[in-house]
């Protein structure tokens, strides 16, 4: 008898598990996400609850954009996730298959928030490329702008240092 239950208990959290979280719910737990990276006090459960809503999303492009956007940009978050941000930019990326100027924005910022400047210019210049928006498209070149100067700041001392080793 024990083990018959067990086995119902497991398949019904299974079930559970594998069952979108619905739109009222999400915003709830997106909100409790932000609450807890603003106020620091339990990192482990915040990084539970992001990979909760990353899971619960499931393939929502939107949804899941604007969590990555969120996590990348909101003020006062104490300690950025920004695995948890690249992922989350990566399945919205996945789920509208590189077609939303927004969302590859998005995607574009993930990098260049997590070092990866050259990969970031890459997937600016097709956001500018998807974009047909006039407004978008002059914050996306503004962008573009400031990640290609970030590449250009941080080539000068690698050409620096290399003529300085050529010189000895």
């Keep these: 008898m024990k083990t018959r239950h067990g086995l119902w208990l497991g398949l019904a ?11 009222a719910d999400v915003e709830e737990q997106m909100q409790k996400y932000f609450e807890q990276v603003t106020s620091g ?5 915040a990084k ?3 990979d909760s809503i990353l899971t619960g999303l499931d393939k929502d492009a ?10 990348l ?16 930019a990566k399945a919205a990326y996945d789920a509208c298959e590189g077609k939303s100027a927004a969302i590859v924005d998005t995607y574009a910022r993930a990098l260049f928030d997590t070092g990866k400047v050259a990969d970031a210019i890459k ?33 000068k001392p690698a050409e620096e240092k ?7």
């Design 13 to 23: 959290i299974f079930a559970l598990a594998a069952v979108p979280i619905r739109a």
């Design 62 to 71: 939107n949804q899941l954009n604007e969590f990555a956007w969120k996590i």
């Design 162 to 168: 290399k003529a300085t080793e050529e010189k000895k």
């Design 41 to 45: 006090k339990d990192e482990a459960a």
């Design 73 to 88: 940009t909101e003020d006062g978050i104490k300690n950025r996730d920004l695995d948890l941000a690249m992922r989350v």
């Design 48 to 50: 539970k609850l992001g």
């Design 123 to 155: 997937f600016q210049k097709k956001a500018l490329e998807l974009c047909d928006d006039d407004n978008l498209r002059t914050e996306l070149e503004d962008t573009l702008k400031r990640y290609e100067k970030k590449a250009s700041e941080e080539k």
